[in-house]
């Protein structure tokens, strides 16, 4: 998704489906972004649907056009096994910087576990 759609301080919920990377799962992502100031994305609320099963998510990395900045840690903490009844992966928020600005910038997550059971 384009970091553009959230220009002008709204919020908005981006969602990610795994299940290219999480082979039967039908799982997605959501988290809630908006703009936090003109050098800044706000985060929250990351959360996984997850109609049926278990899923294990180990350390999330928010990528910005395909990069990932060392600064942007605050749910590299995680691992956590996801079920249908607990969809949160964490409470806190993270501020990520913006590359190239909104009009520009892609946003995207990497994992270093994700296992569907």
């Known amino acids: 998704m384009q970091a553009g759609d959230i220009a002008g301080g709204t919020e908005v ?16 992502l959501r988290v809630d972004v908006s703009i936090y100031d003109m050098y800044s994305y706000r985060l929250a609320n990351p959360r996984i649907s997850l109609p049926s099963g278990t899923l294990r998510i180990k350390n999330i990395r ?27 992966v964490s409470n806190s928020s993270m501020i990520i910087l913006k590359d190239q600005g909104e009009a520009i910038d892609k946003l995207s997550f990497s994992f270093e576990v994700l296992e569907f059971n």
């Open 62 to 88: 928010p990528l910005v056009n395909g990069s990932w900045n060392p600064q942007h840690s605050t749910y590299t903490i995680v691992d956590k096994t996801i079920r249908p009844n607990d969809s949160v």
């Open 13 to 28: 919920t981006l969602r990610f489906p795994l299940n290219s990377i999480a082979p039967g799962s039908n799982a997605e």
